[in-house]
């Protein structure tokens, strides 16, 4: 009987199913799409993402990060990484990355959708296969989410996300994150004539018309863009449980905040780790708070700056006020990292 079945074959199902067959556990992923899936993504990973990476063995080029900036039309201020570098990497070359080290360690990539799934006290069943445990990586609206009644409403205000690329050279090895009003663009390169630009927003607008709020960005971003407009939304995910059973959650499927702070990815790495750690030591149960512990500071900070974001005259202050306390911006850009 398989060890481990996952749902989903993106960079957190992938990053599980490296991590259990490292462990010495038989995984399999089930995957509709072929490799690799373009997604819209920021594609900044924090030190910690970019250190989950090679803990897997995972080859992926992309831009070294310094550390964050945040701007508004008058203010700027920087932190950088403490502890080590970030990385900013195509979302098309993380999969490929992944899934090419999956194929190195002899994953099976079993073409197919997880729907139906039955579960007893030693087994679950689904898509046609037996395993011990599944794990549910199937996206921010997992339907396997959905199915398992593990959902809880939101009644705040619902944030989208669109993303394009610019073919020009980077010109800081700093994640960019630029306030307006309305929203935020948030800028990273990953590549040496790429940079990727993703705007942040309550407000359903087209992509220019959001970036038309960011005039000095809009200066940098000469010519015509290198990729067609990707979006995602609604970002908050709520979620009553990571554990159901013997399905287990992990990825943007476990419950999402926003985007805004850029730990998505590096969160569904090293959760991944976290979550196959719990079923080695057989206490799966552990993962709940275990996962609730290792995203505390993301869910803190993340929810606290996007709820300030509901006023607009606290919104214009963020940029300030960071400016003014520089020590309370590099601490919080530490504890992201």
């Known amino acids: 009987m398989i060890d481990v079945l996952i749902a989903g074959g993106g960079p957190a199902g992938l990053a599980t199913a490296i991590h259990a067959t490292m462990a010495g556990m038989e995984a399999v992923v089930v995957e509709p799409r072929p490799v690799p899936v373009d997604k819209a993504c920021g594609e900044g990973l924090m030190p910690s993402g970019a250190a989950a990476l090679r803990e897997l063995g995972v080859r992926a080029e992309g831009r070294p990060l310094r550390g964050i900036r945040y701007l508004d039309r008058r203010h700027a201020v920087e932190a950088e990484f403490r502890d080590g570098f970030g990385l900013g990497v195509r979302r098309t070359t993380l999969h490929a990355g992944l899934a090419l080290r999956a194929r190195e360690l002899g994953v099976r990539v079993v073409p197919g959708k997880v729907e139906d799934v039955r579960q007893d006290g030693d087994r679950v069943e689904a898509a046609g296969l037996r395993a011990r445990w599944l794990v549910a990586a199937d996206g921010l609206h997992s339907p396997l989410r959905a199915r398992l009644g593990l959902e809880l409403p939101f009644h705040g205000p619902r944030r989208y996300g669109l993303r394009r690329h610019y073919p020009i050279a980077p010109w800081t090895d700093f994640v960019e994150v630029h306030w307006a009003a309305d929203g935020e663009a948030y800028v990273t390169p990953v590549g040496e004539n790429l940079v990727g630009v993703a705007v942040l927003s309550s407000r359903r607008r087209g992509y220019p018309e959001h970036l038309a709020d960011f005039p000095a960005l809009l200066e940098r971003l000469d010519g015509p863009a290198a990729t067609p407009v990707r979006g995602a939304g609604p970002l908050r995910q709520r979620v009553r449980s990571r554990v159901a059973g013997r399905v287990l959650l992990v990825g943007d499927a476990a419950g999402y905040v926003d985007a805004l702070t850029g730990e998505g990815v590096s969160l569904a790495l090293t959760s991944a780790r976290l ?48 400016r003014r306390m520089p020590a309370l911006f590099g601490a919080a850009v530490h504890a992201l990292a």
């Open 275 to 322: 979550l196959v750690d719990c079923l080695r030591a057989g206490t799966p149960e552990a993962y709940e708070p275990a996962w609730r512990r290792l995203s505390r500071r993301h869910r803190m900070l993340t929810g606290a700056l996007v709820g300030t974001r509901r006023y607009r005259t606290a919104g214009r202050l963020i940029v300030p006020a960071a």
